[in-house]
């Protein structure tokens, strides 16, 4: 995760954080007006501009997404529950190119079938992560239930960025590359000496994400127990049982992430 600090000193790479902000925020912002949690989340054709943006900017998608989507959410209501949503989108735009640059050194140009396989599993690495970190702090907040956000927004990560990122990546990316503006050309080639804990920090984010995906489900509609949560703190949203029986998961998750 070293990049995500150093890249503040590249000014192309914060242009790139700008670009993608003000990119992603230009698109969430009209589709305010077609909600399906009205207030929390909405119709997100924009969800694949992270993706798209990770591929090509590396760290500053990271940070654009997170920026961009706090941008969307002032014009549909801003509340407590963002802080969860700047980290989620922080994961989501981190993840694909970090995990796409561990598993293979093929360009994100999809090709084949092992090229979509690959991208399938990283975006859904990358979805999940973001719903488990927002469904997980709306439902604490006593918002919005796990098993209904949760799932919501990692479905509508998966649609947008399955039907638009690799066709948009398949014209955009030869020509960021031929002009010298993908992340890899702008910071240089990464260290190679912690790749053996990246991979660890991977096990882990993948881990952390299909545990706690879940079992986040299961703690919401009560059909799962965990003995560090009590039985009487199980009702109304669920959200102590869910706050509480997801808190060691987001650890690991958090872990994984800094070995990343």
């Known amino acids: 995760m070293r990049e995500l600090i150093a890249m503040w000193r590249n000014t192309r790479m914060v242009v790139f954080t700008a670009l993608t902000a003000s990119l992603y925020a230009a698109i969430l912002i009209p589709f305010k007006v077609l909600p399906i949690i009205p207030g929390v989340t909405e119709l997100r054709p924009a969800n694949a501009i992270p993706v798209v943006c990770s591929f090509l900017f590396g760290p500053a998608a990271a940070w654009g997404a997170a920026i961009g989507n706090v941008i969307g959410d002032f014009f549909g209501g801003f509340g407590p529950g963002d802080l969860f949503g700047f980290v989620g989108n922080f994961l989501y735009g981190f993840l694909p190119y970090r995990t796409w640059e561990l598993l293979t050194q093929r360009r994100p140009v999809l090709r084949g079938p092992m090229d979509w396989l690959l991208f399938t599993a990283v975006v859904g690495l990358a979805s999940g992560a973001c719903a ?25 990560n ?82 102590w049982a869910v706050g509480l029986g997801l808190a060691p998961v987001l650890v690991v998750l958090l872990l994984g992430m800094v070995l990343l």
């Open 158 to 239: 998966m649609l947008a960025s399955m039907l638009l990122a690799p066709f948009l990546l398949a014209v955009v990316y030869p020509r960021a590359e031929r002009g010298g503006l993908t992340y890899g050309q702008v910071l240089g080639r990464r260290e190679t000496g912690r790749v053996g804990l990246a991979y660890v920090g991977l096990g882990l984010v993948v881990g952390a994400v299909g545990v706690g995906m879940w079992l986040g489900n299961g703690l919401s509609s009560g059909s799962v127990r965990v003995p560090w949560v009590g039985e009487g703190v199980a009702g109304g949203t669920g959200a």
């Open 132 to 156: 488990l970190v927002i469904g997980w702090g709306l439902n604490v907040l006593g918002f919005v239930p796990f098993r209904v956000l949760g799932n919501i927004v990692w479905i509508n």
